[in-house]
């Protein structure tokens, strides 16, 4: 009877054993599965009465760069469209549907490796969903250099020339102005007619640039990868956009020439080595190692 009782609890332990070992293979694949739910529904939390609109981080740069009453960027600006689609591949990544190839045994450089499609769920922009369709579309893969320049239209080649996502500026600012952030005018240029987009909801630019601000300040940490990943991407495409110091113009000489410092001390930064530390965003430093090198 004993020996029996002794049988019987055996074989219950190594059943649950074997339950717990299985139950420990499919956790790594349930968490991650989690991840990019969660991750999914905070991207999508951006309806109904929320108290602060959401914006993409290709928004933001523009904002950033946007005059308040003229309602256009500088003509003299010929930086910000490649930084806007910069901001559109850290954008993907950081919602979990692009990620850099692997490195390999021979560990290649940032920029020598392919942007590959993690996942092609929709993410409810239209930009960033025609971003992600060329991506995934693409065999070969390309590399982040390359896609900057693609789907800038930068390109000799008149068989990628459809990769071009065209009219960039003027549907992220008609996005803005669905968020009740800016509003829609003609103005005219002598010879022609313009539609600007003037700001109407300052409240919200604001916010936006005391977010800059007191990332360079108030709030500094010394330290890049303790910094929220999309506020360290907006400080590094702002300044790739050559809008970051329409974030600043309002400080004191003093706090304007520290912010400065600090920004120079991210940019001194070397993203392949940035990139190989834990928790690290590969694309987001392939992207910045793409602007500075």
Request: net charge negative.
């Amino acid at each position: 009877m004993t020996s029996l009782t002794q049988r019987s609890s055996g074989l219950v332990q190594r059943r649950t054993e074997a339950l717990r070992n299985a139950a420990d293979k499919e956790r790594p694949a349930a968490e991650e599965d989690h991840e990019s739910r969660r991750a999914d529904e905070k991207d999508n939390d951006d309806t109904g009465d929320s108290k602060e609109t959401r914006l993409t981080l290709m928004e933001e740069v523009l904002l950033l760069g946007l005059k308040d009453r003229e309602g256009y960027t500088s003509f003299w600006n010929d930086c910000i469209s490649s930084g806007l689609r910069g901001c559109m591949l850290i954008e993907l990544a950081l919602r979990g549907r692009l990620q850099l190839e692997a490195c390999g045994m021979r560990r290649k450089g940032l920029l020598a490796r392919k942007v590959i499609c993690r996942s092609d769920a929709p993410t409810g922009d239209v930009l960033l969903d025609e971003a992600l369709k060329h991506i995934k579309d693409t065999q070969p893969p390309e590399t982040v250099q390359s896609w900057i320049e693609l789907l800038s239209g930068e390109t000799w080649n008149p068989l990628k020339l459809h990769y071009q996502l065209r009219n960039v500026r003027e549907r992220l600012a008609k996005n803005l102005v669905e968020k009740g952030v800016l509003t829609t005018e003609k103005q005219n240029f002598l010879l022609f007619d313009m539609t600007t987009h003037p700001l109407t909801n300052n409240n919200i630019k604001q916010r936006l640039i005391k977010k800059v601000q007191e990332a360079v300040l108030d709030k500094w940490v010394n330290d890049p990868h303790r910094m929220d990943k999309r506020l360290l991407a907006l400080i590094f495409l702002a300044h790739s956009s050559d809008v970051l110091e329409n974030a600043f113009a309002p400080l004191l000489d003093d706090q304007y020439d520290l912010a400065m410092k600090r920004v120079r001390q991210l940019l001194e930064l070397e993203p392949e080595g940035e990139s190989m530390k834990a928790n690290a965003n590969e694309l987001l430093w392939a992207v910045v190692a793409a602007f500075t090198k």
